[in-house]
């Protein structure tokens, strides 16, 4: 039970992200704690270790820095943040995974931006949470497939758990709409 309000909350911060970076190329900060401590006690509770959860923070928040050093525009503080909230999520096992997803989606990114702005590839901004919310996403689904299926489990019903955290994040790009909406309509 505690895994499906842990993915749950997962997913509805996740879809907060997703529409916060596309909106306003800003990472809420706010989310992301929730996204570590979820990410973090569901690597703990298959089986991964504080190393491993450590290890993987430190594999995907150092590149980010050394790139915003050198490229200040590149990348904001929020995504070198949400990178390392990523690498606690996947830990150091799932690190390589995470970010080879996270790159090929991040280039399929900066293509449509690119294309959808009129401009060279490479030469646009685009959200880096969208290619990190797939990825995160993916890897989660990845881990809880594996845990059922190294469980012997003979219910087809057990295998609903993967509908949770596309549930949550469908959740979360419902508030955030719903949300933005009030706004608006608060100000006018």
């Excluded at 820095?65 to 996947?90: E, K």
């Excluded at 690119?114 to 060279?120: C, E, F, S, V």
């Excluded at 609903?160 to 949550?168: D, I, R, Y």
């Amino acid at each position: 039970m505690l895994i499906c309000v842990a993915l749950f909350l997962i997913g509805v911060c996740l879809g907060i992200l997703w529409c916060e970076d596309i909106a306003r190329f800003e990472i809420k900060l706010e989310v992301l704690p929730v996204v570590a401590l979820c990410g973090a006690g569901l690597a703990l509770a298959w089986g991964s270790s504080w190393l491993s959860l450590l290890l993987g923070g430190l594999v995907c928040i150092i590149p980010s820095i050394m790139v915003q050093r050198l490229r200040p525009s590149g990348l904001g503080m929020g995504d070198i943040w949400l990178f390392g909230t990523a690498g606690l999520v996947f830990g150091i096992e799932y690190t390589i995974f995470g970010g080879l997803l996270f790159g090929a989606f991040a280039v399929v990114s900066a293509w449509i931006y690119a294309r959808a702005r009129g401009k060279a590839f490479g030469r646009s901004m685009f959200p880096a949470a969208v290619p990190m919310v797939i990825a995160i996403v993916v890897v989660l689904q990845w881990r809880v497939l594996s845990t059922l299926n190294t469980e012997i489990t003979d219910n087809p019903l057990a295998y609903a758990v993967l509908l949770v955290l596309p549930a949550g994040l469908l959740l979360g790009l419902m508030f955030y709409r719903a949300a933005r909406s009030l706004n608006v309509e608060a100000k006018s």
